[in-house]
C-alpha cells in the first residue's frame, strides 16, 4: 500500500504561482495531479511516468510544470501564471499506469487527501 501526502496548497492572486508537493511511501511508475472544482468531475492536470516525458493537460501547457524526484519518491508541480479557473482541491494519484492511460483516474491505484487552491484577487 502507498500513501500520498501532499503539501503547497493555498490562496493566491490572478498571475500568481504555487508549489505543490506530493511525497508517496513506496514506489509506482506514474505519478500525476488530478483537480476537482465544487460541482464539477475530476480532471486530469499532468503526469510524469517513470524516467519519462511529461504529460499535460491542454488548460496546464505552458503554465504548469511536473517534476520528479525519484529518489525521493517525490513529484512537485510548479504552477505558474494562475487563473480564478485554476482553483480546485488538487489531488495527488501514483500508480503503475500504462502510457495510453495516463490520463484517466480510474487507473491510478493511491489518492492523496488533496490541497485546496483558490486563486482569487
Known amino acids: 500500500q502507498v500513501q500520498l501526502v501532499e503539501s503547497g496548497g493555498g490562496l493566491v492572486q490572478p498571475g500568481g504561482s504555487l508549489r505543490l508537493s506530493c511525497t508517496a511511501t513506496g514506489r509506482a511508475s506514474t505519478m500525476g495531479w488530478f483537480r476537482q472544482a465544487p460541482g464539477k468531475e475530476r480532471e486530469f492536470v499532468a503526469t510524469i511516468r517513470w524516467s519519462s516525458n511529461p504529460y499535460y493537460a491542454d488548460s496546464a501547457k505552458g503554465r504548469f510544470t511536473i517534476s520528479r524526484d525519484n529518489a525521493k519518491n517525490t513529484v512537485y508541480l510548479q504552477m505558474n501564471s494562475l487563473k480564478p479557473e485554476d482553483t480546485a482541491v488538487y489531488y495527488c494519484?501514483?500508480?503503475?499506469?500504462?502510457?495510453?492511460?495516463?490520463?484517466?483516474?480510474?487507473?491510478?491505484?493511491?489518492w492523496g487527501q488533496g490541497t485546496q487552491v483558490t486563486v482569487s484577487s
Open positions: 494519484a501514483a500508480g503503475n499506469v500504462i502510457l495510453s492511460e495516463v490520463t484517466n483516474a480510474r487507473t491510478y491505484n493511491y
